[in-house]
């Protein structure tokens, strides 16, 4: 007999997967962590019962995630992740040539199991000698530290439960203290077919902060019903608009094999449906 996770989005709607084996079930200080098999996505991680990463297709969230800021950028050596304990943006961003990494992650539960059953996802980024892990809420950390970086990543949960703080003014506000000038801030924020509301608050909030604000947009099978958007923030407008021949010339000197990224997927992820354009720029 089939035994199914069946996943509840928004509104009324859901998502089903098979579940071949469950490799790990557990309940951290945080939250409930299981490792599941489904035949077409391989391992898959849930916390409270959603979906985080798959082994199928986290390809395109962490590829895009890490390298359009990167290359946006172009001369990034600081980068403060917040979230992500799964380790798949972390390996992607040391796929450059960044000097330090620091990586905020409330639950050490969820970097534990992801070492042990997620390795094909995190690889040996964790043992990676400009990786500074820190195990504690994210808000405290960007709040109290007198650090700064290029980048500030927010790879973060939903804004329910303990992500919700990822997701408030005073949390971006402090975001932008730690960004050296020309930096970038880019957060997880939702499929805005379903979750409009989340999108139009944070980017609402990146326009008092900040001199450019919007969003991309990535097409990540698992995060389901359209396309998922990732927030941007940052007081250089240009970053967002950078050339094709700039962003090529960068990504054909970093020299790495991508399954969803490319200059041309860079270029065109800043390209928004209308239906999205009118959530976050109603004007
Ligand atoms: N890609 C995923 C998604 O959008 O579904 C996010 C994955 S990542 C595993 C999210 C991580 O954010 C979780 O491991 C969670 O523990 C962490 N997290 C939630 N709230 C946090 C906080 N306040 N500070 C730091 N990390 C937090």
Not at 194 to 218: K, N, P, T
Request: glycine letters at 10%; proline letters at 4%.
């Amino acid at each position: 007999m089939s035994v199914w996770f069946d996943e509840v989005l928004h509104d009324g709607v859901g998502q089903r997967l098979e579940i071949e084996e469950v490799l790990y079930e557990g309940q951290s200080e945080f939250q409930d962590i299981k490792i599941l098999r489904n035949k077409k996505f391989g391992r898959i991680m849930t916390l409270d019962g959603v979906v985080q990463t798959t082994e199928g297709d986290e390809f395109v969230y962490h590829e895009m995630f890490a390298h359009v800021p990167l290359l946006a950028h172009g001369r990034a050596k600081r980068v403060l992740i917040i979230g992500g304990g799964d380790g798949g943006l972390l390996e992607e961003v040391l796929k450059h040539d960044v000097e330090h990494v620091t990586e905020v992650e409330l639950d050490g539960g969820v970097v534990e199991v992801s070492k042990q059953y997620l390795s094909s996802i995190c690889q040996q980024a964790y043992d990676d000698p400009r990786v500074n892990l820190v195990i504690g809420d994210g808000a405290k950390f960007v709040a109290e530290t007198d650090q700064t970086f290029d980048l500030v990543l927010v790879d973060s949960t939903d804004p329910i439960g303990p992500g919700a703080v990822l997701f408030t003014h005073e949390f971006y506000s402090h975001c932008k203290r730690c960004l050296n000038p020309g930096g970038i801030l880019v957060t997880q924020n939702g499929v805005p077919f379903m979750q409009g509301d989340e999108l139009v608050s944070s980017v609402g909030h990146f326009r008092s902060l900040f001199a450019d604000a919007g969003a991309y947009v990535i097409s990540c099978p698992t995060y389901a019903l359209g396309f998922m958007t990732l927030g941007w923030a940052s007081d250089d407008a240009d970053l967002r608009r950078q050339s094709m021949e700039t962003i090529s010339a960068r990504f054909d000197a970093l020299a790495i094999d991508t399954q969803y990224y490319n200059p041309a997927t860079h270029i065109a992820s800043f390209a928004l449906p209308n239906f999205i354009v009118k959530l976050i720029d109603p004007s």
